[in-house]
C-alpha cells in the first residue's frame, strides 16, 4: 500500500494537527480476461473528505497498475481543499496561517507527480529484484 501525504508547513505551525489523517483508499489491479485484458480496473474503497484526492489516487494507482502489473493500493492526502483536516482556506483573520492559494495547488500535484514517479522507480527495482 502506498500513502502519499502533502502536508504545508508556515512559520514553524504544520497544517494539519499531530499525524497526518489517510486519505480515501483506491486499488488498481490489471484485468487478465476478456477484451480488456492489460487495462487497470480501479475502484475506491474508501472515500475521503475531498473528491480531487480520490480522483488523483485513484489515477496514479491505475496507471501504476499498468506500468508495474502488481495490484496497487493508493491513499492520498494531498490537496487542500475540500474541508479536510489540512484545509487552510478561508482561515480567520488574527490566524498566523495563510490563506491557500493556486500556487500551492500547482505545488501539490508537483508533488503527486513526483511521488508516482518516485513510487514506480522503486517498485520497477523491487520487481526486478524479485524476477
Known amino acids: 500500500m502506498i500513502y502519499a501525504d502533502y502536508t504545508t508547513t508556515y512559520n514553524n505551525h504544520s ?6 489523517s489517510m ?21 475506491q474503497l474508501l472515500g475521503g473528505s475531498n473528491e480531487e484526492d480520490m480522483i488523483v489516487g485513484q489515477q496514479i494507482s491505475a496507471r501504476l497498475a499498468k506500468k508495474i502489473g502488481w495490484p496497487i493500493f493508493i491513499s492520498c492526502s494531498l490537496n487542500s481543499s475540500g474541508g479536510g483536516s489540512n484545509d487552510l482556506r478561508g482561515e480567520q483573520e488574527g490566524s498566523d ?30 520487481k526486478s529484484i524479485m524476477s
Not at 497544517?15 to 497526518?20: A, E, F, L, M
Not at 476478456?34 to 480501479?42: F, L, S, V
Open 23 to 43: 486519505g480515501s483508499l483506491a486499488l488498481s489491479t490489471i484485468s487478465t480476461i476478456g477484451r480488456d485484458k492489460g487495462t487497470p480496473a480501479t475502484t
Open 97 to 126: 496561517l495563510p490563506v491557500m492559494s493556486d500556487a500551492d495547488d500547482s505545488m501539490q500535484h508537483h508533488a503527486a507527480a513526483l511521488a508516482e514517479k518516485e513510487v514506480a522507480r522503486i517498485l520497477l527495482h523491487e
Open 15 to 20: 497544517s494539519t494537527q499531530g499525524k497526518p
